[in-house]
């Protein structure tokens, strides 16, 4: 008789260390901006002005409620590294749990906004596959604390060796590629057709108000005020010093003047790019380049459209674009992209911009061009694509067109034949899907046997 054979012991549960908090200054340095839009609010109240001691009680009302909300959050707010995933638990009222596994992170970054720089704080960054921006952030840590945790989760994520690379390079950063001036940001902000309109409007404003005496209130001017304002401050504060290097991970980019902000641009997640021309800025030969980046969902941020996507250069010179894209592409070259113009007959739909509507490809991308007043070039990558279909309006019919959407994952690229002849919007459709299922064929023969 056969004895049975022996049962191996059962592996212990793995346990989780015990969940840590954040830094207790934390609830400050998220909400200072709060308690300073209370007291500007208060501040320029007429009948509180008059009763300083009301508005005195209110300030401090906003100042104790602001504290107590603040220590509620931080209190429940904890993190924890598992086995394979950093856990963090948070909300008092409506908990919220995110588990961010190692696998799944791509680059990890320390940043300091303004008010954490000055109590020596900063914050972790994720770049999280499938995330939203928002979702990988962790704030706030001692900056030391942050560096050692950054370089704990590397270790986890990515192996020793390859955070030992990623440190080295922090600590001793690329020579730039290249640098935006500020001048040219602030003359490409100013010259935007978004501040353009907004300081035409508030000055019409102005004038009706004090000189034509049209009695309209410049309190009504403050959301043109906010126009003018915010687009400066986003794009000249925000990519103050935009300096763009080459690593041996990727394309990394470093900018901001109180929130320093740094990015890694690893090659083969590019899916798409996206060439803006606003009017003005095409007669001065600008353009700024964004991202479309796989893994990333392009989660929304305050403020921030969801569509928004990775600069690659806020703003830059024909010369300066054109090598940027063969960084990132290498071997691209837009100018020698023979471009389909849209047929005569759609101008009864654009009666200018069917000009400007074109599409082309190449062995390794597809092209489309719309806009007169704002020039968008997007460009996709073939493997990259993910379907292709063919849409035709109601009119579109009576005139025989229809366009044809390459998609691509959430982001600013929107790749999109317009206005095309029926008869050619059906062929390309049918091209199209099959140059990108050759494309990925020829991407995956490339790649090493991973059994």
Do not use: C
């Not at 009302?61 to 904890?78: D, E, M, Q, Y």
């Not at 940001?185 to 010259?191: E, F, P, Y």
């Not at 005496?213 to 010093?241: E, M, R, S, T, Y």
């Not at 996507?309 to 806020?314: F, K, V």
Request: charged share 20%; net charge positive.
């Amino acid at each position: 008789m056969t004895e049975p054979a022996p049962v191996p012991p059962a592996q212990p549960p793995v346990v989780e260390q015990m969940g840590a908090r954040l830094h207790p200054l934390t609830p400050f340095v998220k909400g200072w901006g709060y308690f300073v839009v209370a007291a500007f609010a208060l501040v320029n109240n007429e009948g509180l002005r008059s009763n300083l001691e009301v508005a005195g009680i209110g300030l401090a009302g906003v100042l104790v409620g602001g504290i107590l909300l603040g220590a509620l959050s931080w209190w429940f707010t904890k993190w924890q590294l598992t086995e394979d995933a950093i856990r963090v638990d948070s909300g008092f009222l409506f908990r919220r749990t995110r588990i961010i596994r190692f696998d799944r992170i791509q680059a990890i970054d320390v940043a300091q906004p303004f008010v954490a720089r000055l109590f020596g704080m900063a914050e972790l960054r994720m770049d999280v596959a499938g995330g939203g921006k928002s979702d990988g952030k962790l704030s706030y840590f001692k900056y030391a604390e942050a560096g050692q945790l950054r370089t704990i989760l590397l270790v986890r994520a990515k192996g020793e060796q390859v955070a030992q690379q990623q440190d080295q390079e922090q600590q001793n950063e690329a020579p730039p590629l290249l640098v935006v001036p500020t001048n040219r940001l602030l003359g490409a902000t100013l010259l935007s057709s978004t501040v353009l309109g907004s300081a035409g409007a508030l000055i019409w404003l102005i004038v009706a108000t004090m000189v034509l005496d049209f009695h309209i209130g410049l309190f009504a001017g403050l959301p043109l005020l906010l126009g003018v304002v915010q687009p400066i401050w986003k794009q000249v504060v925000g990519n103050h010093g935009f300096t763009l290097s080459q690593t041996d991970h990727g394309l990394r980019t470093k900018r901001g003047l109180f929130d320093v902000q740094r990015q890694t641009i690893p090659p083969g997640r590019v899916q798409g790019l996206l060439i803006t021309e606003p009017l003005i800025w095409r007669l001065l030969g600008w353009s700024r380049v964004e991202l479309d980046i796989a893994g990333v969902a392009g989660g929304q941020e305050d403020g921030e459209s969801g569509n928004e996507g990775a600069q690659l250069l806020p703003v830059g010179e024909r010369g300066e674009v054109a090598a940027v894209l063969a960084r990132v592409l290498p071997g691209f070259n837009l100018d020698a992209i023979d471009l389909q113009r849209a047929p005569e007959r759609a101008k009864w739909l654009r009666p200018i911009g069917w000009r400007y509507l074109a599409y082309g490809a190449d062995e390794q991308v597809f092209v489309t061009t719309a806009g007169w007043i704002s020039r968008r070039t997007s460009i996709v990558l073939h493997h990259k694509t993910q379907s292709v279909r063919l849409a035709q309006g109601p009119i579109q019919r009576r005139l025989n067109l229809a366009n044809v959407h390459i998609d691509t994952p959430q982001g600013p690229t929107n790749a999109v034949a317009l206005h095309r002849s029926a008869e050619e919007a059906a062929w390309l459709t049918q091209a199209q899907a099959h140059q990108a299922r050759q494309a990925r064929q020829a991407i995956e023969s490339t790649r090493p046997d991973q059994s």
